[in-house]
């Protein structure tokens, strides 16, 4: 509104004023690209080649983040390599020295990193960028009709960004928030030597790297994953805000959703002239949380969490956190995995893997860990001078509780479930690591492996195994199983699909057998019998 003082009669009165239409903000988009070099020289090259191509496409905002890997960030990535293969193999104990030295041989030295972050464009902008490629943009218009929102806006940046003139790199790895934070920063120490910052951003004298890093991790919430805030509770027009935050930062959550709403009540209540620092950490990656939990070195940093610390007269006096619990004490059955599969991805593991290229997000990720044993919990923690009372929410009310260790339900969850984590672990891990996202059928791949002729004897497996030696899910649930010889190896093991084509050295006469279920639940004998070469089915 705009107030006018009407000089004759001195009168005021209001105008209505229409606001200009806001046509972009500073909306960093939540998926990231990560361009990896070997040497400082190809990484001004890559620096450069970024400049170019977003030049050309009309991409005027965006923020490269130059990093370096650590001292000894190469060998410690080369020997965790060779002792992942010798685990593949069966092999326990450390890698020896020739191990070291064949894997470090094939793995280049890729310790300079270009963290690319663009502003977030409408999907129109994305189009008229394809549009420039027919090729590209005749695949776009195969697809683009299937999808809506995020999933669409994710695969049009994508494909934009992989449009001519590309982006010179040695390496290639999609990046998101919670990636940049907790892996690149929190779990590996990589060391931020540069930000270079185009367009708006660099016109943006007051926006500080502090804060442009924060945005970068999702610390505004916008991404679905992070926030970081603090408000005086005794401001309704700054709680109110923040409960606007926190929705946009838990869209899928409504159990933590509801908990911090009914906490920051309480915490009004005690203490109104208090305030609260809120933290937020919501990955909502559903199956692959447990992944990541237990594959990276610092795992805990991929496990959902929030807090919100309450102080007053300088002092913090009260601390809500929020935890993964588990719903039951008694181990979940291996069958999970399957079940996860079946009923959210359709049996298909590659639709599993492929949310990796948005960053793993799943929508449906608190009823995916629910069936996994798991719910989203909170505590609290009150502070009288050096003592320190917990409570735990038990029917509505807060109820005394035992000293609560930080993610001591979860950590007790992992002990209990090893074995439905080494499935989940010998099922991912061949399909999802540094620029890899396989999403391959392994019963397809298996299909083309079977021989008619083989097949029609009629031979079948006495006395099948009831689960598979290397990832011990069980056979029941499968379709195919080989009684084979474990690649680059000379261990035999009876595999499941998964392993057969990951783990296994082959199909074909002396190497491995391949099984197929019969409707009778008896294993027919399908290749790898008398008379099928090897040379024509061993895996390279």
Not at 147 to 170: I, N, W
Not at 229 to 250: F, P, T, Y
Not at 319 to 342: K, N
């Amino acid at each position: 509104m705009n107030l006018v003082i009407d000089e004759a009669t001195k009168n005021i009165y209001a105008q209505t004023i229409e606001p200009l239409p806001i046509t972009s903000g500073r909306v960093l988009s939540p998926w990231h690209d990560m361009s990896l070099y070997e040497s400082a020289e190809r990484l001004a090259a890559g620096i450069a080649s970024h400049d170019a191509s977003c030049k050309a496409k009309g991409i005027a905002d965006y923020i490269m983040v130059v990093m370096k890997a650590p001292d000894g960030f190469y060998e410690a990535s080369v020997e965790a390599t060779a002792r992942a293969m010798r685990e593949i193999k069966g092999d326990a104990g450390e890698p020896t020295q020739d191990e070291i030295a064949e894997t470090a041989a094939k793995m280049k030295r890729l310790e300079h990193l270009i963290y690319f972050v663009p502003q977030l464009l409408p999907a129109d902008e994305y189009m008229r960028i394809i549009q420039a490629d027919p090729d590209l943009y005749q695949e776009v218009m195969e697809f683009a009709d299937d999808m809506e929102g995020e999933e669409l806006l994710a695969s049009l940046q994508e494909y934009a960004l992989f449009a001519d003139p590309k982006v010179d790199r040695d390496y290639f790895e999609v990046g998101y928030p919670a990636k940049f934070r907790a892996k690149l920063l929190d779990s590996e120490g990589w060391n931020i030597e540069e930000i270079l910052r185009r367009g708006a951003f660099a016109r943006n004298q007051n926006l500080t790297d502090e804060t442009v890093l924060g945005e970068i991790a999702g610390e505004a919430g916008t991404s679905g994953q992070r926030l970081k805030r603090s408000v005086v509770l005794s401001s309704r027009a700054e709680l109110s805000q923040l409960m606007k935050d926190v929705a946009e930062c838990l869209p899928n959550n409504p159990v933590w959703r509801g908990m911090i709403r009914d906490q920051l009540d309480d915490a009004r209540s005690d203490f109104p002239e208090g305030t609260v620092h809120v933290s937020i950490y919501a990955p909502s990656t559903g199956i692959l949380t447990l992944y990541f939990a237990v594959t990276q070195e610092n795992g805990v940093l991929f496990v959902p969490t929030y807090s919100l610390s309450v102080e007053a007269d300088g002092e913090v006096r009260r601390m809500y956190a929020g935890e993964l619990q588990s719903s039951d004490t008694a181990p979940v059955a291996p069958e999970a995995y399957r079940h996860v599969l079946d009923e959210y991805y359709g049996g298909d593991v590659g639709s599993l893997v492929m949310t990796m290229t948005s960053g793993g997000y799943e929508v449906r990720d608190i009823d995916i860990l629910e069936d996994l044993g798991l719910t989203y919990g909170s505590f609290r923690c009150d502070a009288e001078g050096d003592a320190r009372h917990f409570f735990r929410m038990k029917n509505g009310r807060w109820r005394k509780a035992a000293q609560v260790v930080p993610f001591g339900q979860f950590k007790s969850y992992l002990e209990r479930n090893s074995r439905l984590l080494q499935i989940i672990v010998r099922k991912l891990s061949p399909r999802i690591g540094p620029g890899i996202c396989d999403g391959s059928l392994s019963e397809r791949q298996l299909e083309d492996r079977v021989d008619a002729e083989i097949a029609g004897r009629g031979e079948v497996y006495i006395g099948p195994p009831e689960q598979c030696d290397v990832c011990t899910i069980p056979l029941s649930g499968e379709v195919f199983m080989s009684d084979g010889r474990v690649k680059d190896g000379t261990m035999w093991a009876n595999m499941c699909a998964d392993c057969t084509i990951y783990y296994g050295a082959g199909i074909g006469w002396g190497i491995g057998q391949l099984y197929r279920k019969a409707e009778d639940g008896r294993w027919l004998l399908v290749g790898g019998g008398p008379g099928q070469s090897e040379a024509d089915d061993e895996r390279a």
